[in-house]
């Protein structure tokens, strides 16, 4: 009972001793993968940063004026806005 144990750590020991050696290809292999996950953690960081601080987009309407060419907004519920220049009704602009 106490020998068979003995001879199992015994085994255990021999293995865990054996010098650890990696080959350069593998070391290189293991450098890029390590660079490339990096790479990876901070574009995934900085596009949820840029996410976050980018402002709400608006629902509002955009218009252009036909007449004058002036760009303006208006609630999004309007479907024809008058033109805050010269008082032309415009239909909102589709995207
Ligand atoms: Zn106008």
Redesign the pocket.
């Known amino acids: 009972m106490v020998h068979t144990a003995d001879a199992g750590s015994q085994r255990d020991r021999d293995a865990a001793s054996k010098p650890i050696t990696m080959s350069v290809p593998a070391l290189i292999l293991a450098y890029v993968v390590v660079l490339l996950a990096a790479l990876c953690g901070l574009g995934i960081y900085s596009e949820l940063r840029r996410r976050r601080f980018e402002p709400m987009p608006s629902e509002d309407h955009i218009f252009r004026?036909?007449?004058?060419?002036?760009v303006y907004t208006d609630d999004p519920d309007v479907d024809r806005s008058r033109?805050?220049?010269?008082?032309?009704m415009?239909e909102a602009i589709e995207f």
């Open positions: 004026c036909r007449r004058c060419g002036y033109c805050t220049q010269c008082g032309r415009n």
